[in-house]
């Protein structure tokens, strides 16, 4: 089976903007929610966001909600993930991940066990 990959994460300073990309196979991504968790050093795996597979409906973390904008194009098999208004508290590896309960359903989890095809990450470093 072949794993998300994502990419777009960088260095930025606190208040900056990044938007990150994760690309899936068709199999993978194909009418599954799909979401974004993130882990910083020392930290457990957090969840971030999540959208339905049509797009239509989105799900946040409050530590999130109203920063980050998750979307998807279903042409391409990818998903995003806008940062704004960034902090040094959002520095972590972020990872795509297939809600595999969210199969051509409205339902989204913040659960991280029920997501897999984990991503391998993208570093992502909010200098103050």
């Known amino acids: 089976q072949v794993q998300p990959v994502e990419s777009g994460g960088g260095l930025v300073q606190a208040g900056g903007s990044l938007r990150l990309s994760c690309a899936a196979s068709?199999?993978?991504?194909?009418?599954?929610?799909m979401g974004w968790v993130r882990q910083a050093p020392g930290k457990e795996r957090e969840f971030v966001a999540a959208?339905?597979?049509?797009?239509?409906?989105?799900l946040y973390s409050d530590s999130v909600k109203g920063r980050f904008t998750i979307s998807r194009d279903n042409a391409k098999n990818t998903v995003y993930l806008q940062m704004n208004s960034l902090k040094p508290e959002d520095t972590a590896v972020y990872s795509c991940a297939r809600q595999g309960s969210g199969y051509g359903t409205w339902y989204l989890s913040r659960a991280l066990t029920e997501y897999d095809h984990w991503g391998q990450g993208t570093q992502v470093t909010v200098s103050s």
């Open positions: 959208t339905t597979w049509s797009g239509a409906n989105s």
């Open positions: 068709a199999r993978t991504f194909s009418n599954y929610a």
